[in-house]
């Protein structure tokens, strides 16, 4: 499994001699740091997921201009268009993420294809629908092991 560094930058943190990330900052920390159970755990993706959908779909539907122009604006000053491309590099490594877990779960480089589109056009619903997908399919996985058990 490809490892979260937030463990160990929080561990680190927290046994500082710096007194601003003892006790005041650990609930931050314990906010920002996943749990095994939270990881495993649809729950964080799914609301996200929604979250961002449903407010992505209520701005379309009040857009005075397509997609596709929006897009146009954005790149014709540098200082959006900056942001734009860093938001397709995350967009880029976010695919290739993806690809790679696919892989490393045993499941071909093309059941990642529709995610992929997704990511291309909106980019934080693709990994965020990878993410509450293959959280369903370890919860359903988990449980047929269980019931084999």
């Keep these: 499994m490809l490892g979260w560094p937030w463990l160990e930058i929080s561990r680190r943190l927290m046994a500082s001699q710096w007194p601003i990330f003892k006790?005041?900052?650990?609930?931050?920390?314990?906010?920002?740091?996943?749990?095994?159970?939270?990881?495993?755990?649809v729950a964080?993706?799914?609301?996200?997921?929604?979250?961002?959908?449903?407010?992505?779909?209520?701005?379309?539907?009040?857009?005075?201009?397509?997609?596709?122009?929006?897009?146009?604006?954005?790149?014709?000053?540098?200082?959006?268009?900056?942001?734009?491309?860093?938001?397709?590099?995350?967009?880029?490594?976010?695919?290739i993420w993806m690809y790679k877990d696919a892989r490393h779960r045993g499941q071909s480089g093309l059941s990642v294809a529709p995610y992929l589109v997704v990511t291309a056009f909106f980019v934080s619903v693709g990994p965020l629908l990878y993410l509450v997908v293959r959280g369903l399919q370890e919860r359903k996985n988990s449980g047929e092991a269980a019931q084999e058990a």
């Design 44 to 95: 964080l993706p799914l609301i996200a997921l929604i979250a961002f959908a449903g407010y992505t779909v209520s701005v379309m539907l009040q857009a005075e201009q397509s997609l596709l122009d929006f897009g146009i604006s954005l790149m014709s000053r540098p200082d959006t268009a900056q942001v734009v491309i860093d938001l397709y590099l995350l967009a880029t490594l976010a695919g």
């Design 23 to 41: 006790g005041r900052c650990r609930l931050a920390i314990l906010l920002i740091v996943p749990r095994k159970e939270t990881m495993k755990s």
